[in-house]
């Protein structure tokens, strides 16, 4: 595969390769990766509503709507990043299932959404250390499904942030330079 391109892995777009631009602090999640997700995603990924913050190449928002995601909000702050995102929802004729938001997540994620989300794709540039604030920000505003699902990725030899009390680590995995997780958000019943 040619640089800057993504592949999707499995569903109604399987094997489609779209491209993305380059940009500082983008690494798309790898097919190996995003597998393991997918497989540790298996059965909740239908019908759900997705949220992709930091979306950068889209890889991980765009292979849920192909596996039957309900809705897909991907947010990504570069004008001509969200322009490409765009473009590749239109050539996967997903339009009425996914939205591109341009803006900053953290200022975003401050005003509660009309739905919240089942899952939530959480990768944002690793220099910037904003996971910490993401996942605060998500609990505080009611961006979470009752028992949410959100995958986390970030440098490997950093520790892992301090999480909301409810979010219970659910799966974990290590490639190359990035350990990703997943948690399950619960409700005290």
């Keep these: 595969m040619s640089a800057n391109q993504v592949r999707i ?39 759900a509503r ?4 930091f979306a ?5 928002g765009l292979e849920a709507l192909s596996r039957g995601a309900g809705h897909l909000c991907a947010v990504e702050q570069n004008r001509l990043a969200a322009q490409r995102l765009r473009d590749n929802i239109a050539q996967l004729h997903e339009e009425s299932a996914a939205e591109v ?3 900053d997540a953290l200022r975003l994620l401050k005003i509660p959404p009309e739905a919240p989300f089942d899952i939530v794709f959480l990768d944002p ?26 995958y ?10 301090v999480l909301p009390a409810n979010w219970i680590p659910y799966r974990e995995g290590l490639a190359g330079q990035s350990k990703h997780r997943l948690v399950r958000r619960s409700i005290p019943g």
């Design 9 to 47: 892995i499995a569903g109604r777009h399987r094997g489609r390769r779209l491209h993305f631009l380059p940009g500082r602090g983008l690494r798309p999640t790898p097919d190996r990766v995003r597998e393991t997700v997918f497989n540790w995603l298996q059965g909740e990924v239908s019908g």
């Design 50 to 53: 997705c949220l992709d913050l």
């Design 56 to 60: 950068g190449s889209g890889a991980l």
């Design 101 to 103: 938001v341009q803006v």
């Design 125 to 150: 540039p690793f220099a910037d250390a904003l996971l910490p604030a993401v996942c605060g920000l998500l609990e505080q505003h009611s961006w979470l499904a009752s028992e949410a699902l959100l």
């Design 152 to 161: 986390l990725e970030q440098d490997a030899s950093h520790p892992w942030p």
